[in-house]
């Protein structure tokens, strides 16, 4: 069993940065995949970034690539959302969650556990 707990989400204006953190329990969240999502207000749960379980491999939806940088630390149990150049449609709940796979992949159906959430508000 593993728990997610996200940190570092608030208001920011466009144009401005954040680092939403996620601190992970259990020894083994250093062979699971992690990944980042976001819902917004009447849609459906996206994808945002994903990271191997050894930082190898990264992948980003085509909104936030240029803009986010995904991370972790493994000798921390935490993975690391760094967001630049937010705009106001960024502005969603964002959740990590961890793939027992450990191969980092964009489908939520295929992680096996979620934080709670925090909330990202950007305003224009």
């Known amino acids: 069993q593993v728990q997610l707990v996200e940190s570092g989400g608030g208001l920011v204006q466009a144009g401005g940065s954040l680092r939403l953190s996620c601190a992970a329990s259990?020894?083994?969240?250093?062979?699971?995949?992690m990944g980042w999502f976001r819902q917004a207000p009447g849609k459906e749960r996206e994808f945002v970034a994903a990271?191997?379980?050894?930082?190898?491999?990264?992948h980003y939806a085509d909104s936030v690539k240029g803009r986010f940088t995904i991370s972790r630390d493994n000798a921390k149990n935490t993975v690391y959302l760094q967001m630049n150049s937010l705009k106001p449609e960024d502005t969603a709940v964002y959740y990590c969650?961890?793939?027992?796979?450990?191969?980092?992949?964009?489908?939520?159906?295929?992680?096996?556990?979620w934080g709670q959430g925090t909330q990202v508000t950007v305003s224009s």
């Open positions: 969650a961890a793939d027992r796979s450990s191969i980092a992949t964009m489908t939520p159906s295929n992680y096996d556990y």
């Open positions: 990271i191997s379980w050894n930082g190898g491999s990264t």
């Open positions: 259990g020894r083994t969240f250093r062979s699971y995949a």
